[in-house]
Structure formats: structure tokens, C-alpha cells
């Protein structure tokens, strides 16, 4: 299948399916609103950071395994729902950063400046949002125009330490059942490990045509 012809339609259900997430903490939310127990569990401010922190994470890994799955399913349409996916993996992180310094925290500097020092969790999520900024102020294409195509791509490279970051997070703050947050990680580092393997090759290609000048020159000679 080419998705080079369908990404347009494609794209609107793509789109729908990113907002399910959020459309169902809206709802569970209505339904708290309304006396249902069960809507959010017994600790809503909890249920909701878990449930954006986790839908952050997930994006952030489709958004990193576009590349690899662009080159080895050969469809070079995928690299059109990168943007997009990019931004709800940050629009998610935006809801778990506010849960976190609306409902636990009620904008209180002090003690969020605090949890930063203090807890190594709090540092590392932290860390991860804040490198999630600027890659979404530069993801259009303006920006990419004035950036240039080389500055652009390495400034957008801090996906992968944010996405590391983000897993790290997890899993410091996870107390007992660390499978989740191991998953987590394990992803990332298999999508890091992938561009890694994908750059020396590309690094080893490159001396190849000019030694073979080298060779022509010298037997000209």
C-alpha cells in the first residue's frame, strides 16, 4: 500500500484517535463531576497524572519510531505524522506538567522548586518537558526555513533525551511493579540504539567514494 496517496484521509482519523485519550479523561471527568466514584478512581489528581504522563511517553516512542519504521517498511509517507505526533506527545506533557503544578501543587513555586532539588523523579520529568519546549516552537515550517534543514534536525535530536528523560521519571517513580517504566525504557533505548546503528553505517559509507578517487587518481597517475 502507498500511503503517499491516502496520507490526507488517513491524517483525520489518525488525528481523532490521538484526541481519544483526552476525550476519555474529559469524560471520566464528567462523570466524577457528577458523583461516579469510579470515574477516577479513589485518587482523581493521581489517576490523571498517571494517565497523561503514560499517553506523553507513548507518543513520544510513535513519534521516535517513525524513522525507523519509514525505512524498513519503505513508506516515506510515515515522516508526515511525525509533526503531529510530536505535538500531542507534547500537548499530554503539557496536561501532566499542569496536573502537576495545578492540582498537586496549586502554583506553589516555592515547593515545586523544591521538589526539584530534592526529588530526583520530580528533576527528571522536569527535565523532560522543558526539552519537549523547544521542539515544539520550531515544529512548523517556517521554522524549519530559518533554522535550516541541518540545525533543525540536530536541535530536534533532544527527542531522544527527553523521551529518556520522561522514561527515567517513570521509573523512579514507580515503587513497586517496575515493568511498565522498564518497557519504557527498553523502547527508547532500542529506538536510540537504532539511530546510533544507522549513523556509523552511514559514517563508514561516506569514505568509500572518496578513497575510490583517491585509488582512480593515483593509477591515472
Not at 506538567?97 to 520529568?125: C, N, Q, S
Not at 531522544?160 to 527508547?188: C, M, N, Q
Request: net charge positive.
Amino acid at each position: 500500500m502507498d500511503l503517499a496517496r491516502h496520507v490526507r484521509w488517513i491524517k483525520i482519523p489518525a488525528f481523532l484517535l490521538c484526541l481519544g485519550p483526552f476525550a476519555n479523561l474529559a469524560w471520566r471527568g464528567y462523570l466524577a463531576s457528577k458523583g461516579s466514584i469510579d470515574a477516577l478512581g479513589a485518587n482523581p489528581i493521581e489517576y490523571i497524572t498517571h494517565s497523561t504522563g503514560t499517553w506523553t511517553l507513548v507518543f513520544l516512542c510513535i513519534t521516535l519510531a517513525i524513522t525507523p519504521l519509514r525505512r524498513l517498511l519503505k513508506q516515506n509517507a510515515l515522516i508526515r505524522f511525525r509533526r503531529m505526533l510530536g505535538l500531542f506527545a507534547f500537548f499530554y506533557g503539557c496536561l501532566h506538567f499542569m496536573t502537576y503544578v495545578w492540582l498537586d501543587k496549586f502554583f506553589d513555586v516555592h515547593e515545586m522548586i523544591k521538589d526539584v532539588y530534592k526529588r530526583p523523579f520530580i528533576t527528571a520529568g522536569f527535565t523532560a518537558f522543558v526539552l519537549m519546549i523547544p521542539l515544539a516552537l520550531t515544529s512548523t515550517s517556517g521554522m524549519i526555513r530559518r533554522l535550516g534543514g541541518r540545525r533543525w534536525r540536530m536541535l530536534h535530536r533532544l527527542i531522544y533525551a527527553s523521551a529518556l528523560a520522561g522514561a527515567i521519571h517513570y521509573y523512579w517513580l514507580v515503587k513497586s511493579d517496575e515493568t511498565v517504566p522498564l518497557r519504557f525504557l527498553t523502547v527508547v533505548f532500542a529506538l536510540l540504539a537504532f539511530r546510533i546503528a544507522v549513523f556509523v553505517l552511514q559514517k563508514r559509507k561516506q569514505p568509500a567514494p572518496a578513497k575510490r578517487a583517491a585509488k582512480e587518481i593515483v593509477n591515472a597517475d
